[in-house]
């Protein structure tokens, strides 16, 4: 196993019901990305029940409330002693290479021979930054989510927020709360009010299950994979963070940024689609949240269907913004995360560097498996939640393989 983040540990706990000897690689300590790769103020988007884990169930004194880093890193490691995780911190993984039989897995504290390895190490290893970055003015200081860490490290002066997915709305509320007028770019998005009928939108989604609809039944399968994380923030308040919201709280919103050319950056104008779009999405699963609950005796006990403002926009969107101007001093790229398999040396990437897998079984390779990765069995494979599913279809797929001798399938 490689990568002792929720997901790995996660196998490694099916793993044991199994009798499989396995060791968890883990190049920094249990639950690494949390300690080292997010922000100060960060917490779960998911209420904490839904921190959920095999055989072991959110144990606390407040089921809605959201986990801050701490409690997210106490978590995980309760987890791993909980059931004896055999991790090896501190283990970088160098290079995974296919050998008779197996695998070999070079580490910086020796090699290990191995019939099976799995993939846990994680979606989120790098932001994601587009090239334009190179055109941003030198004068401009960058950061990306893994920098960030909260705003004493901005200059003062106007942020630049390009992306208004989770991470993009997150920050640039903080910003603004900070005293620095944002300008928030906003491209394709995913809009979610905090609760519907008086119950937490993602209570929504697992009941209904939607959470839990499969790779395999879901139209289009590259799109749901590759659909931006939902507009939401978990806080004490259970408040809604959309476009409206910050807007209204001074947040100024442009379109898409399309390119930066002689110190412009330049926006798309195509806003109102985009936020008629994201507006009509939210609405057709609202519908299906209706649907299901029609089907149910809970129609009646959760409060009445709502149907939300749609999202306003302004007059005249920006297109244009001088960076040179000393308007703007620093941009904040909230542009997404991907993992990094540099060390994996078997030929599994398609040409985007994606893993190529089937429901988390790696193609062309036997004996290979991924977990943690969006949409890699079911909607809620990349959340805590939704690991214990997957991670038994995985263990069972590799019980399987092992039982019929490596190298055979
Ligand atoms: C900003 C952000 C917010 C999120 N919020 C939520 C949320 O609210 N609720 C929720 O359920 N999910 C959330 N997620 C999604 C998800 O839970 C995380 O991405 C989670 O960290 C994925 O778990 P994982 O175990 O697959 O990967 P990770 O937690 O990333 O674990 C992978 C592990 O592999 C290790 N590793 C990587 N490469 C190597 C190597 N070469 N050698 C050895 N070890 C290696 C890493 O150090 C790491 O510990 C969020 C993700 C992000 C990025």
């Not at 904490?48 to 801050?68: A, K, T, V």
């Not at 930054?129 to 030198?138: D, I, S, T, Y």
Request: proline share 7%; charged share 25%; hydrophobic share 40%.
């Amino acid at each position: 196993m490689i990568g002792a983040g929720h997901a790995g540990l996660a196998i490694s706990r099916v793993l044991t019901e199994n009798s499989l000897e396995h060791v968890v690689l883990e190049r920094g300590e249990v639950a690494n990305s949390w300690r080292r790769e997010r922000w100060d103020s960060l917490r779960l988007l998911t209420p904490n029940w839904q921190s959920r884990l095999p055989g072991y169930p959110y144990r606390g004194n407040d089921p809605d409330g959201f986990m801050s880093m701490p409690e997210v890193i106490e978590c995980i490691s309760g987890f791993a002693s909980a059931i004896s995780a055999p991790v090896r911190p501190h283990t970088t993984v160098n290079c995974v290479s296919r050998v008779d039989g197996g695998y070999q897995v070079a580490t910086d504290d020796g090699e290990i021979c191995c019939r099976s390895v799995v993939l846990a190490s994680g979606a989120a290893n790098v932001p994601h930054v587009p090239k334009l970055r190179e055109a941003v003015p030198p004068q401009i200081e960058s950061f990306t989510a893994f920098d960030y860490g909260n705003t004493e490290r901005l200059p003062r002066g106007g942020v630049l927020v390009v992306g208004a997915s989770a991470t993009g709305v997150q920050l640039a509320d903080e910003i603004h709360r900070s005293g620095r007028p944002v300008t928030l770019s906003v491209g394709e998005h995913v809009r979610l009010p905090r609760t519907y009928r008086g119950q937490d939108v993602l209570w929504w989604m697992e009941h209904s299950g939607v959470w839990s609809q499969r790779y395999d039944e879901l139209d289009d399968l590259e799109r749901a994979r590759g659909l931006p994380s939902p507009q939401l923030i978990g806080t004490p308040e259970r408040a809604t963070l959309d476009l409206n919201v910050l807007r209204a709280a001074g947040v100024e919103i442009v379109g898409r940024l399309a390119t930066i050319r002689d110190g412009h950056a330049l926006f798309s104008g195509g806003l109102r689609n985009q936020f008629a779009l994201a507006d009509l999405k939210m609405e057709r699963l609202l519908d299906t949240f209706d649907e299901w609950a029609r089907s149910t005796t809970l129609d009646v006990e959760v409060g009445p269907p709502e149907r939300f403002e749609p999202t306003r926009a302004p007059e005249a969107p920006r297109l244009s913004l001088d960076l040179r101007s000393g308007e703007i001093r620093s941009i904040v790229w909230a542009t997404g995360f991907r993992p990094d398999y540099r060390w994996l040396e078997v030929p599994v990437l398609n040409p985007k560097g994606e893993l190529r897998h089937d429901g988390g079984v790696v193609v062309e390779a036997p004996g290979m498996y991924a977990i943690g990765l969006p949409v890699l069995r079911r909607r809620k494979s990349t959340f805590i939640i939704g690991a214990e599913d997957d991670a038994r279809d995985i263990v069972g797929h590799l019980v399987r393989y092992l039982s019929r001798g490596a190298g055979t399938e």
